[in-house]
């Protein structure tokens, strides 16, 4: 039997779930503690192992979705970082304002790959130096077409180690992306040599933690694209794990959600913020240039989603006469023992839900009705503020169809959805999704569906999600070479002259395979499976190179992948 568990780490509670053979059997909930995330996770691992049997714990697979690496980049909590660079010519870095210590080196491969100038090894000796002068021990080292050949990156990599045996982290931009954009691949490399210290101590308590219980099952985190990685991998590419909880409810919907080709907005309902994402034909939009987080564009691949400060505990008070609410929480309701004002406790007064302090609610609103010097009931201030909540939603929700009509937008399959994209149907999840979803879909005008446990949704999500493998391969046949950046290749090619588009497919479907086994996923796996047919040639390119006036050989550029996708979920415990 498969046995997973999905533990879903939110801005307000943390949530678990059980899958065994794909029947939701058992969910958990627990306020999480932002200044002990694993304490909140342990909580609810603790309540779903009473569930279990002993003799289950050893084929247990744990799938767990964090806000660590998220938090620590949006406040600025990593280690600090120096990069070193290796633009070439034509690249002015004083341009890019890169906001952490850069040291420009000699040294330039060219666009097919060909080492145009050599590295200046005396010079790098003096970045190290300077470097730890600075006491900085996280590095990224970057070249500007190390995805086209990886050997400047590599180079000065084995100097830094040779030299410098106190270094914290040290990430080479080639192997977190295999796409072209410099200045995004330098911010993902910068963002990730930041966080892998804090991903490595957190790692070792996640270890500790599932040790203590007796699991002996894989352990794998959810990444910002909906699939999962091994956590021995996240402590070389923690930086996948951003924006996992956006993730967590998209993969819930297409877990728990009734979908078929229509085109369906989805609100995730939490006690802090509301997620809205978008999916097409049940396939989610994709952030296609990379994941942009606290203001940095990055290269990390990323479901699309729209995050605003609306939920469920958000603080309600009153500016300048104007009723407004979010995007602060400063606790739970007051229904609940809370400090101030929330939406809940306006839902908890009028009797719609069964839960919390009934008379206390309408005393605060009572208060904080007087308080503006308005003579309204407290059923009528209720009310409006459960308005506003709704209509904020419903602004994001237009906000969001505006900004993606400006653009050409991708599925995860890479299809480019249809021009003048609108939502056909809502669907949602949450706490408060069962009470503000109905009014929402009225004010869009739209059917709507609130996910079964809609509550712990996310940790559905997190366990019926399978992980996610990406390559890069480009075959340049007039100069006999091939390179695979993520997984360090470069390398000749067998009988170029006859190398085609075939070929290289052929070799992209292999790599994938290769790369999956390297990040510890293998098609035996409990729980999740791999099958050969899933990976897809997702983009192809072919061009000639001509000398002269004849074709002197061809270049293809190919991305293969396993994309996003989850088991099928029975519910109904």
Request: with cysteine; charged share 20%; hydrophobic share 40%.
């Amino acid at each position: 039997m498969s046995r997973i568990i999905g533990i879903d780490v939110g801005g307000t509670n943390t949530n678990a779930a059980l899958l065994e053979d794909g029947n939701l059997v058992a969910t958990a909930k627990y306020p999480t503690d932002h200044h002990a995330l694993l304490s909140s996770a342990g909580a609810v691992l603790e309540e779903i192992m009473l569930s279990l049997p002993e003799q289950s714990k050893q084929n247990l697979e744990l799938h767990l979705s964090t806000t660590l690496t998220t938090n620590a980049i949006v406040e600025g909590c990593g280690e600090p970082v120096a990069a070193i660079l290796s633009p070439g010519p034509g690249v002015n870095l004083a341009d890019l304002e890169f906001p952490f210590p850069v040291f420009a080196v000699k040294g330039a491969i060219d666009h097919r790959g060909r080492e145009t100038e050599p590295l200046d090894l005396a010079e790098i000796g003096q970045a190290i130096r300077s470097i730890r002068q600075q006491g900085i021990n996280s590095l990224a080292i970057v070249g500007k077409f190390a995805v086209r050949n990886p050997c400047h990156e590599l180079e000065i990599a084995k100097l830094l180690q040779k030299e410098s045996s106190d270094i914290l982290s040290l990430t080479l931009g080639h192997r977190l992306s295999g796409r072209l954009n410099f200045p995004r691949r330098v911010m993902t490399a910068f963002l990730n040599a930041g966080v892998s210290r804090l991903q490595a101590e957190f790692a070792g308590m996640v270890k500790q933690l599932v040790s203590s219980y007796g699991i002996g099952g894989p352990i794998f985190l959810l990444k910002a694209d909906g699939g999962t990685m091994e956590l021995d991998e996240s402590l070389t590419r923690p930086v996948e794990t951003i924006l996992s909880g956006p993730a967590a409810s998209i993969m819930g919907t297409l877990a728990l959600g009734s979908l078929d080709d229509q085109t369906v907005v989805t609100l995730d309902i939490g006690g802090t913020t509301t997620e809205i994402a978008v999916l097409v034909g049940s396939d989610p939009l994709t952030e296609r240039d990379g994941a942009v987080i606290g203001g940095y564009r990055t290269l990390v691949p990323a479901l699309f989603s729209r995050s605003i400060g609306l939920g469920g505990d958000s603080r309600v008070y009153w500016n300048e006469g104007k009723l407004e609410i979010g995007p602060e929480r400063k606790g739970p309701p007051v229904a609940l023992g809370g400090p101030e004002l929330t939406p809940t406790d306006a839902v908890i007064a009028l009797g719609y839900v069964s839960f919390g302090d009934r008379q206390k609610a309408r005393a605060e609103l009572e208060r904080f009705g007087k308080q503006a010097g308005l003579g309204v009931k407290e059923e009528e201030l209720a009310e409006r503020i459960i308005a506003v909540f709704c209509e904020r939603a419903i602004t994001g929700v237009r906000r969001v169809f505006d900004y993606l009509n400006q653009m050409p937008v991708y599925t995860v399959s890479e299809v480019l959805a249809p021009k003048g994209l609108q939502p056909e149907k809502l669907i949602g999840m949450g706490g408060p999704a069962e009470f503000f979803i109905p009014k929402i879909a009225a004010g869009l005008g739209l059917p709507y569906q609130v996910l079964p446990y809609a509550e712990a949704a996310n940790a559905v999500g997190a366990a019926a999600s399978r992980p996610t493998v990406a390559i890069n391969l480009r075959a340049d046949t007039a100069l006999g070479k091939l390179v695979v950046p993520e997984l360090d290749e470069l390398e000749d090619i067998r009988h170029a002259m006859t190398f085609d588009l075939k070929n290289a497919r052929e070799l992209a479907r292999e790599k994938v395979l290769v790369y999956a086994a390297r990040m510890g996923v293998y098609p035996e796996q409990i729980g999740t499976q791999l099958d050969r047919s899933e990976i897809e040639i997702t983009t192809e390119e072919a061009f000639n190179v001509v000398r002269g006036f004849y074709t002197a050989g061809r270049i293809f550029s190919l991305t293969a992948q396993i994309r996003p996708k989850v088991n099928p979920v029975k519910t109904g415990f």
